[in-house]
């Protein structure tokens, strides 16, 4: 199994900064894409940003220039780097990994979620 535990969360101010990290563990013998995900009330879980193997980034429109994210990849780790945070991004954070674990000496593909963390941008 692989598991994801996340932190960094919590209430920031408009303008300030915050950075998510994103750990994984367990049987995993390589980790292919990593991402954030957030939810706000009302709303649908949408793509924050994504991150791939070789270091390939994506982000949504509405972060774009404010976020950056990035990957340890000997920590299996995922960051997302939030800098001046807008109201509208006050939402819970969840990361992303997938890639491929081991099972009774056999390999197989995962897609694993983290249990989000809540983000509040708010003076």
């Known amino acids: 199994q692989v598991q994801l535990v996340e932190s960094g969360g919590g209430l920031v101010q408009p303008g300030g900064s915050l950075r998510l990290s994103c750990a994984a563990s367990?049987?995993?013998?390589?980790?292919?894409?990593m991402g954030w995900y957030r939810q706000a009330p009302g709303k649908q879980r949408e793509l924050v940003a994504t991150?791939?193997?070789?270091?390939?980034?994506n982000y949504a429109d509405s972060v774009k220039g404010r976020f950056a994210i990035s990957r340890d990849n000997a920590k299996n780790t995922v960051y997302l780097q939030m800098n001046s945070p807008k109201p509208e991004d006050t939402a819970v954070y969840y990361c992303?990994?997938?890639?491929?674990?081991?099972?009774?000496?056999?390999?197989?593909?995962?897609?694993?979620w983290g249990q989000g963390t809540q983000v509040t941008v708010s003076s």
């Open positions: 992303n990994v997938d890639g491929v674990r081991y099972n009774s000496g056999n390999l197989r593909p995962f897609d694993s």
């Open positions: 991150i791939s193997k070789s270091g390939a980034t």
């Open positions: 367990g049987t995993i013998a390589t980790i292919n894409a």
